[in-house]
C-alpha cells in the first residue's frame, strides 16, 4: 500500500581511515565543508548507494529495477529488436497526449524503485513526465571537523615496459590514497506522502527497503578507496498524517549528538567518542520509530 | 495587502540557479520570486490560488561556496520506455551513469534567510465553495504546524527549506546584514515563468533596498526574454 504518513529522519554514519565522498574539484580528497572543516557526502552519493543495494537485493524482482545504473552490460542490439515492434515513434519529446503521457510516467513508476523513490525527469514539454520522489535526502555533514589524511602508497609493479626502462628495472610507482581517520556523518532525510499519493505510490515495503539499505548498504559498498563505513542510527520520525504533526527542523533537534570524549569542535577518533540522545535518551540499536503526534 | 502572509525561511545551502549559468550552475544573490512561490506552494496551494510575492527580505550576508559533483547528462526517454512497455521488459531499458557522466560545478548561497511577505489571488478555476478565508485560514494552520504538502527547498531538493509563520505579533527574526550590505543593486533577475503563455520567462531589475527586495506584480514591470 502507497505510504500514508509523512516521515522525517536522522542517517548518522561513520568512517574509519576512509574516504566516504571524494570532491572532484580536489583531486579526489574527501569533501570538506570550507566554513567549518566538517566533512561532507552529497545527498547523491548516498543515494548511489541505496540504488546500489536495492539493485541488488531485488535483482530481477518485478517492480525493483533500477534506472541509474552503476554499470551493466547494454545489450543494445536486443533493444534495437524490441524498438523495431514499437509502434512509429512521432517525435522525440513526451507524447503531447497526457493521457499518454500519464501512462509512460506511471509504468516508469511501477516498474523502477529510484523512479518510485526519488522521481526522475523524463521529458521536455509535458510537465506530468517529470516525477517528482517521496524521499528527499539532504547533504550528510560531519559532526566535528574531519582531517583528511594524503596517504602515499607504492606499488611494485609498473603499467608500462617504457616506465620499467627509465626506472632501469626497479619497477616501482608512487600513488595517493585520501582518507579520513575518522568521521561520523548526519544526514537528513523527508518523505511526503503526498508526493507518494499523487504519483510514484511509493509504498510501506518500498519504504522498509528503504531502511533496510540505509542500515545495510555500507556493507556492501566495501572498497579500497571508503574504508570502514558504518550506518550507526536511523531515528524515524513518524507523523500521524500525510501533512504531518509537526516542523521538521524541530524533530531534528531532538536528535542530539554530544562528545563523551575529546572536545566539541576537534576531530574525533571513534564512534565510542560520541553518545546519540534522543530527547535526552541514549539510543541503542540501528533504528528509532518516534511517532509524531 | 490585507490577505498577505509572512513567511521566515531558512537553510543551510540554496541554489536559486541563474538560467544564463545552468550548466555549471551559479545561483542569485538572493531567493527568487518564482522559487519562493513553490516554497509557498509545497505548503499549501489549490488550483483555485495563485501566489504572489510582494516583498522579500534578506536576513543573511550573501556568500557563495562551489560544489563539484557527478550528474548524469541524460534524461529519460519517453520513446524508449514505450518500448520497453510493449515489449513489457524493462531489462534494456536503464542509464548507466558511468557511460553518461558530466562533472558538474555549482556555485551556491551559504548559510541563507529570508521573510517572504506574498498574498494570492483567486484564480478562474476557483469553484463557488472556495473563498480567500478558507486558502488563507488553510495555509496559516499548516505553516504555524509546521506541515507541508511536501518538504520545501532553496532552490533544488537537496537543500531543505525550514519555516516557521510570522503571525500578528510574533517577533521577526534578526537581520544580520550591515548597514553597507543592505543597499545593493542585484541587476536582472528571473521573476517567475508564465506557464499559461507557453513558459515565457518574465525577468525584473532586482535591488535590496534597506534589506529589503521589492517583488514588482507579475504582469506589471516584467519583461520577457
Known amino acids: 500500500m502507497t505510504i500514508q504518513n509523512r516521515y522525517e529522519f536522522v542517517y548518522l554514519f561513520d568512517v574509519t581511515n576512509g574516504n566516504p565522498n571524494g570532491d572532484p574539484d580536489a583531486g579526489n580528497m574527501p569533501r570538506l565543508d570550507p566554513d567549518s572543516s566538517r566533512g561532507l557526502v552529497t545527498d547523491v552519493c548516498l543515494k548511489r548507494k541505496i540504488r546500489n543495494f536495492i539493485e541488488l537485493i531485488e535483482d530481477q524482482t518485478q517492480g525493483y529495477d533500477i534506472y541509474v545504473k552503476e554499470k551493466s552490460v547494454l545489450n543494445l542490439q536486443n533493444k534495437k529488436a524490441y524498438e523495431a515492434l514499437c509502434i512509429t515513434p512521432e517525435s522525440k519529446k513526451m507524447p503531447k497526449d497526457e493521457v499518454k503521457a500519464r501512462e509512460v510516467t506511471a509504468w516508469m513508476c511501477k516498474n523502477f524503485f529510484d523512479v518510485r523513490t526519488f522521481g526522475a525527469v523524463m521529458t521536455t514539454e509535458v510537465n506530468s513526465g517529470q516525477v517528482k520522489g517521496p524521499v528527499q535526502l539532504t547533504f550528510a555533514k560531519s559532526e566535528d571537523p574531519v582531517i583528511p589524511l594524503e596517504v602515499s602508497i607504492t606499488r611494485m609493479a609498473v603499467t608500462t615496459e617504457k616506465e620499467a626502462e627509465a626506472q632501469s628495472g626497479d619497477n616501482r610507482t608512487m600513488g595517493r590514497k585520501h582518507i579520513v581517520p575518522y568521521g561520523l556523518y548526519r544526514a537528513h532525510g523527508f518523505i511526503s506522502a503526498h508526493l507518494a499519493k499523487k504519483t510514484t505510490g511509493f509504498s510501506d515495503d518500498d519504504l522498509s527497503k528503504l531502511w533496510q539499505a540505509l542500515e545495510q548498504m555500507f556493507e556492501h559498498d566495501r572498497s579500497a578507496a571508503r574504508g570502514e563505513m558504518v550506518g550507526r542510527h536511523l531515528v524515524v520520525f513518524k507523523h500521524a498524517t500525510a501533512l504531518g504533526n509537526a516542523p521538521s527542523h524541530e524533530l531534528f533537534e531532538r536528535v542530539v549528538v554530544d562528545r563523551v570524549q575529546g572536545e566539541k569542535g576537534l576531530p574525533a577518533q571513534a564512534f565510542s567518542d560520541y553518545s546519540v540522545k534522543l530527547d535526552g535518551q541514549a539510543i541503542k540499536g540501528f533504528k528509532h520509530v518516534v511517532e509524531v503526534v | ?225
Open chain 2, 1 to 225: 495587502m490585507s490577505y498577505g502572509i509572512k513567511l521566515h525561511i531558512w537553510g543551510e545551502y540554496a541554489c536559486f540557479t541563474r538560467p544564463e549559468m545552468k550548466v555549471e550552475r551559479v545561483s542569485y544573490d538572493v531567493i527568487t520570486p518564482s522559487a519562493a512561490r513553490g516554497i509557498l506552494e509545497a505548503i499549501h496551494w489549490k488550483p483555485a490560488i495563485r501566489w504572489q510575492i510582494d516583498r522579500i527580505h534578506v536576513l543573511k550576508h550573501i556568500r557563495f561556496e562551489s560544489i563539484r559533483r557527478n550528474e548524469v547528462g541524460s534524461k529519460i526517454s519517453a520513446r524508449n520506455v514505450t518500448s520497453a512497455m510493449n515489449a513489457k521488459s524493462t531489462q534494456d531499458l536503464h542509464l548507466v551513469s558511468d557511460e553518461d557522466r558530466q562533472q558538474r560545478a555549482a556555485t551556491v548561497l551559504r548559510d541563507v534567510a529570508y521573510v517572504i511577505e506574498a498574498h494570492f489571488e483567486m484564480t478562474s478555476k476557483a469553484g463557488s465553495d472556495d473563498n480567500v478565508g478558507k486558502h488563507l485560514d488553510q495555509f496559516n494552520r499548516r505553516a504555524r504546524k509546521g506541515q507541508c504538502f511536501h518538504q520545501p527547498c532553496m532552490g533544488t531538493r537537496e537543500f531543505a527549506a525550514h519555516f516557521a509563520l510570522l503571525g500578528e505579533g510574533d517577533q521577526w527574526p534578526q537581520s544580520e546584514l550591515n548597514e553597507a550590505q543592505k543597499n545593493r543593486d542585484l541587476g536582472w533577475m528571473l521573476h517567475d515563468i508564465d506557464f499559461a503563455a507557453g513558459y515565457v520567462p518574465h525577468f525584473f531589475r532586482a535591488e535590496l533596498k534597506d534589506g529589503v527586495v521589492e517583488v514588482p506584480a507579475f504582469q506589471s514591470e516584467g519583461f520577457k526574454s
